[in-house]
């Protein structure tokens, strides 16, 4: 999406809460994290733990970098999430053998088991969302389109 000017309307209150798209979004993902909550309190897991997991069953033994460049969070934020996970068992940090700076994340048999579990959280949250998911995936393929457009603006502006 290119980055042109646009005019707004005289008459649009800029400033109203309900004109907001953050907000939109922010309430939007406070309702869904709430939502997960009690699925996820079942497996053990907060819903930042919860991401990890689902990027190590899609590729396990993968290295933090690479976790964090997929969930967008900086080492700072996804080391504190492994350490916990690990010493809830789930996963092992292993220096890379190739690279002694790298950390390699790889899960445990319990850490695979709990996959198992969760495999119906989609589905309940589908369900809960009162949405076709056809039009949810629609919408994932819009906010990922917005999310990469604004980490581009603030590239730009770097």
Same mark, same amino acid.
């Given at each position: 999406?290119?980055?042109?000017?646009?005019?707004?309307?005289?008459?649009?209150?800029?400033?109203?809460?309900?004109?907001?798209?953050?907000?939109?979004?922010?309430?939007?993902?406070?309702?869904?994290?709430?939502?997960?909550?009690?699925? =996820?309190? /079942?497996?053990?897991?907060?819903?930042?733990?919860?991401? @990890?997991?689902? &990027? !190590?069953? +899609? $590729?396990?033994?993968? %290295?933090?970098?690479?976790?964090?460049?997929?969930?967008?969070?900086?080492?700072?934020?996804?080391?504190?999430?492994?350490?916990?996970?690990?010493?809830?068992?789930? =996963?092992? /940090?292993?220096?890379?053998?190739?690279?002694?700076?790298? @950390?390699?994340? &790889? !899960?445990? +048999? $319990?850490?695979?088991? %709990?996959?198992?579990?969760?495999?119906?959280?989609?589905?309940?949250?589908?369900?809960?969302?009162?949405?076709?998911?056809?039009?949810?995936?629609?919408?994932?393929?819009?906010?990922?389109?917005?999310?990469?457009?604004?980490?581009?603006?603030?590239?730009?502006?770097?």
């Amino acid at each position: 999406m290119s980055q042109t000017k646009q005019t707004l309307p005289a008459s649009v209150n800029m400033l109203a809460l309900e004109n907001q798209f953050c907000f939109a979004l922010y309430s939007a993902s406070h309702a869904m994290t709430k939502t997960y909550k009690p699925m =996820l309190d /079942r497996l053990g897991l907060t819903y930042p733990q919860y991401l @990890v997991m689902l &990027v !190590l069953w +899609e $590729q396990d033994a993968i %290295l933090v970098k690479d976790i964090g460049a997929r969930l967008f969070l900086d080492s700072g934020t996804l080391t504190p999430l492994l350490k916990r996970l690990e010493g809830n068992g789930l =996963l092992s /940090r292993n220096r890379d053998p190739h690279d002694e700076r790298q @950390v390699r994340i &790889v !899960l445990t +048999e $319990q850490g695979r088991a %709990l996959r198992a579990q969760a495999e119906a959280i989609p589905e309940q949250v589908l369900c809960a969302s009162g949405q076709e998911l056809a039009a949810l995936g629609r919408m994932r393929s819009e906010l990922s389109s917005v999310r990469d457009d604004l980490f581009k603006a603030m590239e730009d502006h770097d």
